[in-house]
């Protein structure tokens, strides 16, 4: 993408990614310092180095009438789709207030009623589910217009959800966007240990589109993420966008990442996509360093007041909670 040929569409868009990239980094910063301070139960995985390629998938997709399946790392995705910084520090410290009132593991959050369903563990379901979201909707007459989306890793790829869903949405011409970040590693497993050849060409093998993006450009990101968004909601079925990335930490917080080659880290995928991308908006004259430096600073005052005010909630009352997962079902249950 030429930059001095980019519509003021374009750098808007841009622009939008690179605040949820940055409220993203902000507010993970201070889920690790919460979970070191051992205010946070349970695994803390972070998206430092993956926050170009799902912010500008987030900010890409509208908010009411797309599906944003997010995975782990994807929280720039999350706030670029319209997450709510309290739904993020209520879930992870256990609030009653939270959207998932204080019972679920701190990454299977979720708001369906605005199109994002709960992150799912088991790692390629969410092609599944996004797949017969979709689906769902056609059969409903409703999805004009809709583009489904999820991300997943490079060793998800080698499950058989993931080839099940992609598969039945080449066949049924659906608009998904699949979104592979591969950073190299399944875990600790590098990709030679993982598949065979280029994870671009199984676009191919599945009669799709294939884009190939550098995950930690903004820029690149916008140009291939964007395209892919836009082929599927102008009707030209799924979209499977490769971006090869490096996350910037280990599997989780529990995890130092010692198994990450040196010269992977010292290389152009190490490189912090924040810093690419504060670096290719100064040069295309979207930002300045002042407005770059506003857009932190108000960060990190939300970010502080959503823990102030998560840490002043209460946590569920096993005792008087309501454990009905589906509300307005009789008590014996009508099923």
């Known amino acids: 993408m030429a930059l001095g040929e980019m519509s003021e569409e374009l750098r808007e868009a841009a622009r939008r990614a690179a605040r949820a990239m940055i409220e993203a980094r902000v507010l993970e910063d201070k889920l690790r310092s919460l979970y070191k301070a051992g205010q946070i139960v349970g695994g803390v995985y972070l998206g430092r180095g993956q926050e170009a390629l799902s912010g500008v998938l987030g900010t890409q997709l509208q908010q009411g009438t797309d599906v944003f399946a997010p995975l782990i790392r994807d929280q720039a995705g999350r706030t670029g789709f319209g997450e709510e910084i309290l739904d993020v520090t ?23 009623e605005m199109g994002m369903p709960a992150m799912i563990s088991h790692l390629g379901a969410a092609v599944s589910v996004v797949t017969g979201m979709l689906l769902a909707r056609r059969l409903k007459g409703r999805l004009d217009g809709v583009v489904g989306a999820t991300c997943i890793g490079d060793g998800g790829t080698s499950t058989g959800a993931f080839h099940e869903g992609l598969n039945l949405a080449a066949v049924e011409q659906l608009p998904l966007v699949v979104v592979v970040a591969n950073n190299q590693y399944a875990y600790s497993t590098p990709n030679t240990r993982q598949f065979r050849g280029d994870l671009f060409d199984r676009a191919a093998g599945y009669g799709i589109r294939g884009w190939k993006a550098r995950g930690n450009s903004l820029m690149d990101c916008l140009d291939k993420v964007g395209g892919a968004v836009a082929a599927a909601r102008a009707g030209e079925g799924p979209q499977l966008v490769v971006a090869d990335l490096l996350r910037l930490g280990g599997h ?11 010269a992977l880290k010292a290389g152009e995928l190490g490189r912090d996509c924040l810093e690419v991308a504060k670096e290719e908006l100064l040069e295309a004259g979207l930002v300045d360093e002042s407005l770059w430096n ?42």
């Open 294 to 335: 506003q857009w932190e600073e108000k960060a990190r005052e939300e970010v502080t007041a959503a823990v102030a005010q998560t840490q002043r909630e209460a946590a569920p009352d096993a005792r008087q909670e309501d454990w009905r997962a589906m509300k307005g079902l009789a008590p014996e249950g009508n099923f």
């Open 252 to 262: 989780g917080e529990h995890d130092d990442g010692a198994y990450v080659a040196d």
């Open 90 to 112: 209520r879930t992870y410290l256990g609030s009653v207030e939270g959207p998932m009132r204080g019972r679920d593991g701190n990454i299977h959050r979720g708001r369906p």
